[in-house]
């Protein structure tokens, strides 16, 4: 088992109810566009972000299964929707339901984009103890805390 020793994957900043997060990212992932409101979540500034790939906010509790069915399902030109626990520059969180499509120009797919919206506590909660399972079923890393 892997444990955590950062100490700052426990704070998490909250997405406001009236924010929409967007990105956008070229075919292969790579991040072309940053609205402002992901700059501040992420705690990441624009500059930072072009030219990364999308992974650069994934948080170490996602399964990897997640990104495998979300590249999966956009690659077969459908939209996925799923709930993402995303990690700040900070090693901070925040939690988001996402909404990832192709964006077509004269019937050809050229980029990818991402909405993203807060969630309730209840789903944050239960997509937790989901993803937690999920890695443990996988062998990848789980989360150990422990309070001294």
Request: charged letters at 30%.
């Amino acid at each position: 088992m892997i444990e955590y020793n950062e100490s700052e994957f426990l704070v998490e900043t909250e997405v406001p109810q009236d924010e929409l997060i967007i990105s956008r990212t070229d075919l292969h992932g790579k991040i072309t566009y940053a609205n402002e409101t992901f700059c501040d979540i992420s705690g990441y500034t624009e500059a930072e972000l072009i030219g990364k790939a999308h992974s650069i906010v994934r948080h170490p509790d996602m399964p990897s299964a997640a990104f495998e069915d979300l590249w999966q399902t956009i690659q077969a030109g459908k939209q996925w929707k799923g709930i993402v626990k995303n990690l700040r520059k900070d090693k901070g969180f925040y939690w988001v339901e996402a909404i990832v499509s192709g964006v077509y120009k004269n019937g050809e797919l050229v980029e990818y984009k991402s909405l993203r919206t807060p969630i309730s506590y209840e789903t944050k909660l239960q997509y937790q103890i989901l993803y937690d399972k999920m890695r443990q079923e996988h062998n990848e890393r789980i989360r150990k805390v422990i309070y001294t």
